[in-house]
């Protein structure tokens, strides 16, 4: 399920994208969050009472992953020794799974080899 611009800006309070910039990055983040839940995400999330979680997880994310990208990665850099420090992969990976974890980790969906339907 997508999480419209909309909920972003009314419901999260969000003010940090623009609409088209929404549509891309939110897309990244609903896959990273998919893929926490081992894909036990279903695809229509309406009605559901992890429902807000689920979307404020997918906006928080985006938001984490926005600024990632305006940085390129780096965590520090000086310019009068030049030295550039770039975040790992993982420690990225690990920031997303935080943000998820504390939106969905009390809903089951984040236990492996759990099924979301039961």
Same mark, same amino acid.
């Given at each position: ?8 800006? =009314?419901?999260? +309070? *969000? ?13 990244? @983040?609903?896959?990273? %969050? ?8 279903? =695809?229509?999330? +309406? *009605? ?13 994310? @985006?938001?984490?992953? %926005? ?52």
């Amino acid at each position: 399920m997508q999480v419209g611009y909309e909920f972003y800006v =009314d419901s999260y +309070g *969000g003010t940090n994208f623009s609409e088209r910039d929404w549509k891309r990055i939110s897309q990244k @983040a609903y896959q990273r %969050l998919k893929y926490f839940t081992f894909d036990n995400l279903p =695809d229509n999330w +309406g *009605g559901e009472p992890w429902e807000n979680q689920a979307k404020c997880a997918v906006c928080e994310m @985006a938001e984490f992953l %926005l600024l990632q990208e305006k940085r390129q990665g780096k965590t520090s850099e000086s310019t009068d020794g030049y030295s550039v420090t770039y975040e790992a992969g993982q420690e990225q990976e690990g920031k997303l799974y935080e943000i998820a974890y504390a939106y969905l980790g009390h809903t089951g969906m984040m236990d492996f080899g759990v099924d979301a339907g039961c």
